[in-house]
């Protein structure tokens, strides 16, 4: 028995012949699949439909078509509906334990580089004034 790429079930494999509900990417090792998971990938993925295991497109997609998965024309789900609209939005707040601008946490830069916000360079979800932190921005 092998583990399904996509949901970890156990895949019984006891002949060489597979099971029609068994599909195998030709690209990386014959690995095998639920047939409803690479189709459920399929659906969700639409244009970046590709191999589970090596990330191949071209290859993987043509078998995968030739083996009746239908992959749709389309987006992927993660792109429509806002899913990740909120990657897009700035953080806009002095997270320092006292904030000293006049205006409080939310105050703006007022043309002036002491409260100009600061953000995070790795994840950009907090930020400081630099005045708050101590010193004025160079």
């Not at 987006?75 to 707040?93: F, I, N, Q, S």
């Not at 409260?115 to 995070?120: A, E, I, T, V």
Request: proline content about 5%; aromatic content about 8%; overall charge negative.
């Amino acid at each position: 028995t092998v583990e399904c790429a996509i949901c970890g079930d156990m895949i019984a494999v006891e002949s060489k012949v597979v099971p029609q509900h068994i599909l195998v990417t030709e690209c990386c090792n014959m690995t095998p699949l639920h047939r409803e998971c690479i189709q459920n990938q399929a659906d969700a993925s639409g244009y970046f439909f590709r191999c589970p295991m090596c990330n191949n497109e071209k290859k993987f997609n043509n078998i995968m078509k030739i083996m009746g998965i239908n992959v749709p024309q389309s987006d992927a789900v993660w792109e429509k509906d806002g899913y990740y609209d909120d990657l897009y939005v700035e953080h806009w707040r002095c997270d320092v334990p006292i904030c000293l601008h006049p205006d409080g946490r939310k105050g703006d830069s007022r043309n002036n580089d002491k409260w100009d916000l600061m953000r995070c360079r790795t994840c950009g979800q907090s930020g400081a004034h630099p005045y708050c932190l101590g010193y004025e921005k160079r």
